[in-house]
């Protein structure tokens, strides 16, 4: 019997996501750790970040028009309760960490630039005292972010590997999804 499929979107939004909040956790390691490269490194990771905040958006609303596959019904309480403790913490991170940048770079003055001249409005008044907090805020809840990223990682090539039950091919298949029975697969 087929493992149930996240739908199409869902798998191609989970993967494009994953690929860019790696790419933007390595950006924001990179412009810590390189002063020559950090202005061209900065101006990747602030329109990068914004779009990660708007697909989280669009992921939220696509898992409520497109719910997840059912885990195994032989899964452990245990395991049931992590898997989805860390969805909401993932999701949770997504939002937050660009929503703590902007507000980080609107409390220090400086400009969210998407592209060009296209820039978004400050989203809390300037302060240099929140300025440093939301700093701090930031780089905490990026690296909780990763933290979890990795247990996700983790869990899913458990799932894969180890338990062979059918979850890390719901997401990671090629294939469509099977229909339940009055749903279109």
Same mark, same amino acid.
């Given at each position: 019997?087929?493992?149930?499929?996240?739908?199409?979107?869902?798998?191609?939004?989970?993967? @494009?996501?994953?690929?860019?909040?790696?790419?933007?956790?390595?950006?924001?390691?990179?412009? +810590?750790?390189?002063?020559?490269?950090?202005?061209? @490194?900065?101006?990747?990771?602030?329109?990068?970040?914004?779009?990660?905040?708007?697909?989280?958006?669009?992921?939220? +609303?696509? *898992?409520? @028009?497109?719910?997840?596959?059912?885990?195994?019904?032989?899964?452990?309480?245990?395991?049931?309760?992590?898997?989805?403790?860390?969805?909401?913490?993932?999701?949770?991170?997504?939002?937050?960490?660009?929503?703590?940048?902007?507000?980080?770079?609107?409390?220090?003055?400086?400009?969210?630039?998407?592209?060009?001249?296209?820039?978004?409005?400050?989203?809390?008044?300037?302060? +240099?005292?929140?300025?440093?907090?939301? *700093?701090?805020?930031?780089?905490?809840?990026? @690296?909780?972010?990763?933290?979890?990223?990795?247990?996700?990682?983790?869990?899913?090539?458990?799932?894969?590997? +180890?338990?062979?039950?059918?979850?890390?091919?719901?997401?990671?298949?090629?294939?469509?999804?099977?229909?339940?029975?009055?749903?279109?697969?």
């Amino acid at each position: 019997m087929d493992t149930p499929r996240f739908a199409l979107f869902s798998r191609l939004l989970h993967w @494009l996501m994953a690929l860019m909040i790696l790419a933007m956790l390595f950006i924001g390691i990179g412009m +810590v750790a390189s002063l020559a490269d950090y202005h061209w @490194l900065l101006s990747i990771h602030r329109p990068l970040g914004i779009a990660i905040l708007a697909l989280v958006a669009v992921r939220l +609303v696509n *898992r409520q @028009l497109n719910p997840p596959p059912p885990l195994p019904a032989d899964m452990p309480p245990v395991l049931r309760f992590a898997a989805h403790a860390s969805h909401v913490a993932l999701y949770a991170l997504m939002l937050a960490v660009p929503l703590v940048g902007w507000a980080m770079l609107s409390a220090g003055r400086l400009p969210v630039v998407l592209y060009g001249g296209l820039e978004l409005p400050p989203i809390v008044p300037q302060d +240099v005292m929140l300025y440093a907090w939301l *700093r701090a805020a930031h780089t905490a809840l990026a @690296l909780a972010l990763f933290a979890t990223f990795l247990l996700h990682l983790a869990a899913a090539l458990m799932h894969g590997l +180890v338990f062979r039950d059918g979850v890390f091919a719901s997401m990671a298949s090629l294939r469509a999804r099977r229909g339940t029975p009055g749903r279109p697969g």
